[in-house]
């Protein structure tokens, strides 16, 4: 028997391993059960040089779980070692690349916590004791035991071993004895060894028997050696890309398409990416991309390694060229993981501009299940953007799909206002905004669907992209000025009028915290709606944009105002400038002179005053001025109340202004009852 030292400049290094790497202990696990598949692989490539004699048809790995000794066990019938090459490579090699490591991070421990590639020595994290019984492939080779305790001591012997392979026992320590349960073994398979490329055989297949599971003759093999992401694209039909989805997560939706990734230069990556469908509301996506290193599981957190849009999309990336073993921040300074990323930023591109190329009517039908992947990616990622100009989707209220330029074809001639900005016209919920959609399409205009909770953020993008070009929500103005073709427009109310007008019809206005209107007068035309109400379109863009980041904002709390517009020319609004003759006529007119004479008596006063120091204005004068103005204001707010008055008691105009609320989907509960009953009233 042999005794000695491992080479650790720390006597230490046991308690540190188990204290830096609290976090993931699992990760043990995958380290031996990986060293062991590079082992059977080291011996298939001797033996296809001829360097080995022996067979190799029957590599595989195999975990014992022995619930009675403590043990778990990690055989394989790989290279095996020497008892040089176990002093090479487990104390020396394996032990300073621990050292090191450990050096390396000691005044970061969060960096190693989670990822990094202890190897070997990481079975200490979970191990009292850990035994390599191996015997190497070489003629006549000796079979010995390593085994250590967890202190740098170390024993070799010579023992009996068979078959030429390895042995690694772990004696599970007894504050990690939740290793030793069935379930929590096949978890830690099933998530970091599934698709490693030789056999990993745990257990028994099981079958039911008598309501109850038992185990069978036949070895449970844990993984697929050939996952699709290692074949050939043109050996796979679109059926084994959804098989193999399924395989990732089971519980997922069907997808909508795949990208095989296969590059070779200059670096090396595999991977299958699928799309999935994205709700609108942007929903936390569960399923995320699995990194894989040579079929080894690795990490679900990709932040950094793909582009952030990119995050939606799930599957699994096979790289052996990201490095690992080092913390998050590294990884993005990268100048691999950076290629990479752009490389699959172009990708991604490239492959949804191929469907849209070869496939226009499907690409189309996905669409609005993509829209948010594409809109997130052109938003964030300049690159992206500009790929995806040529195949971004633009969706009318009629269900037809363009592209930007085609759109652009499209309404170029008679969307085009007098300042030469092409108007694009956009609803963003046809429904709610069904009478100005209406209304601009019987002006010959085109509207888009742009419903999302991106599209207020890409309208931004694409305004400061196109500057001839302006999105225009439907309902932010009457559609003869929606796109406004030039300046005249024939005055039919008067000023005075109009002044008298606006509190009538302010006075019927709902009272709601959420909205202020505020009345103004336009021509629409006889034919036209006696009322309408817009919306602000810079307004609302904002109070969308802050809802969409939460609410939390400036706009999002204020009220939103609403322009009340009351077309001078139709009959009903004459009606009610008839009725209010009628009634307060006299009473108005009287007002009106009285209004008129202290006004001008403000006026020359003013004038008197005009060129004169403070001091030199008789003190009569300045009294006498003050008085007036407070009359003034005084007989202003009595025809304003009068004006009010008359307005509440008009059912015409309550009728008129009920009648564009419900045209918005403004006009609920009580209000709309109201509203029925006072028309029955009106029709009788
Ligand atoms: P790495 O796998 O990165 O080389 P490890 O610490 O995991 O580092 O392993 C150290 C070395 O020990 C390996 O490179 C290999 O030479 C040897 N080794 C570990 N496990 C086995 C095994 N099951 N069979 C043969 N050699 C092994
Ligand atoms: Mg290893």
């Known amino acids: 028997m042999q005794t000695g030292k491992i080479g650790v400049t720390s006597e230490n290094l046991f308690p540190i391993i188990k204290k830096f790497l609290y976090s993931d202990h699992d990760i043990f696990l995958r380290e031996i059960v990986s060293n062991a598949v590079d082992a059977t692989q080291k011996l298939k490539t001797l033996a296809s040089k001829g360097e080995y004699k022996g067979d190799v048809s029957n590599a595989k790995v195999v975990v014992k779980l022995d619930t009675d000794a403590k043990t778990i066990t990690v055989s394989d019938n790989g290279i095996g070692m020497t008892a040089e090459e176990v002093e090479k490579y487990i104390n020396q090699i394996a032990f300073s690349g621990a050292n090191e490591f450990l050096d390396k991070y000691k005044d970061d421990a969060n960096a190693i916590i989670g990822h990094f590639g202890l190897g070997f020595y990481s079975s200490f994290m979970v191990s009292e004791k850990v035994d390599v019984i191996t015997k190497s492939h070489k003629e006549g080779s000796q079979a010995v035991k390593w085994s250590c305790n967890g202190s740098p001591e170390f024993t070799l012997d010579e023992v009996e071993k068979e078959d030429v392979g390895t042995d690694i026992v772990m004696h599970i320590s007894e504050e990690e004895k939740g290793f030793l349960e069935d379930s929590k073994i096949s978890g830690i398979l099933d998530k970091y060894c599934k698709f490693l490329s030789v056999p990993v055989i745990y257990g028994k297949e099981k079958e039911w028997k008598d309501g109850a599971q038992v185990d069978t003759d036949k070895d449970h093999q844990v993984n697929d050696v050939a996952p699709a992401w290692t074949k050939m694209p043109a050996d796979l039909k679109d059926e084994d890309y959804k098989n193999f989805y399924r395989k990732l997560y089971p519980m997922g939706e069907e997808p909508l398409f795949n990208i ?138 009629e269900g037809k799909y363009f592209t930007w330029e085609e759109y652009e074809k499209l309404v170029k001639d008679n969307q085009t206002d007098k300042d030469k900005n092409t108007i694009y016209l956009y609803s963003t919920n046809v429904e709610e905004q069904f009478t100005f959609v209406e209304a601009a399409k019987n002006k010959g205009y085109d509207v888009l669907v742009l419903d999302d909770v991106l599209a207020p953020h890409l309208i931004n993008k694409l305004e400061q992209k196109y500057t001839d070009k302006r999105f225009v929500r439907v309902d932010s103005d009457v559609v003869e000025n929606l796109i406004k073709k030039d300046d005249t427009t024939k005055e039919e109310l008067t000023w005075e009028q109009k002044q008298e007008l606006s509190p009538v019809f302010q006075a019927v206005c709902p009272e709601d915290k959420d909205y202020s209107f505020i009345v103004d007068f336009q021509d629409l035309g006889e034919t036209g709606s006696p009322m309408v109400i817009t919306r602000n379109e810079f307004m609302r863009r904002m109070k969308d944009m802050s809802a969409a980041q939460g609410g939390m904002s400036m706009y999002g709390d204020m009220p939103e105002s609403l322009s009340l517009v009351v077309n001078t020319t139709h009959p009903l609004v004459k009606k009610v400038l008839d009725a209010k003759d009628k009634k307060l006529g006299k009473k108005l007119e009287e007002l009106t002179a009285e209004l008129t004479g202290k006004k001008d008596e403000i006026a020359v006063l003013e004038k008197a005053k005009e060129g004169k120091k403070d001091e030199e204005v008789p003190v009569a004068d300045k009294e006498k001025l003050d008085s007036l103005n407070a009359e003034l204001v005084k007989l202003e707010e009595t025809k304003r109340e009068q004006l009010s008055d008359f307005g509440k008691k008009n059912k015409v105009a309550k009728q008129m202004v009920d009648l564009a609320l419900l045209a918005n989907g403004l006009l609920k509960g009580a209000d709309l009852d109201k509203f029925v009953k006072r028309s029955v009233e009106l029709i009788k």
């Not at 990884?331 to 172009?346: A, R, T």
Request: glycine share 2%; aromatic share 14%; proline share 4%.
């Open 260 to 397: 095989h990734l296969n590059v070779d230069y200059p670096f090396n990556l595999t991977g299958i990416l699928y799309f999935p469908k994205i709700k609108n509301n942007f929903e936390v996506q569960k399923n995320k991309i699995q990194l894989y290193c040579n079929q080894v599981f690795v990490t679900d957190s990709v932040e950094g390694i793909v582009p952030e849009f990119l995050t939606l999309l799930h599957g699994v990336i096979d790289s052996p060229d990201i490095p690992l073993n080092v913390s998050r921040s590294y990884l993005q300074s990268d100048s691999n993981v950076k290629k990479i990323s752009s490389h699959i930023n172009k990708k991604v591109a490239d492959r949804l501009h191929q469907i849209f190329k070869d496939n226009r009517e499907d690409f189309e039908s996905k669409w609005d299940d993509l829209k948010i992947f594409i809109e997130y990616g052109m938003l964030t990622e300049e690159k992206f953007y500009d790929r995806a100009m040529k195949f971004f989707m633009l969706k009318n209220t």
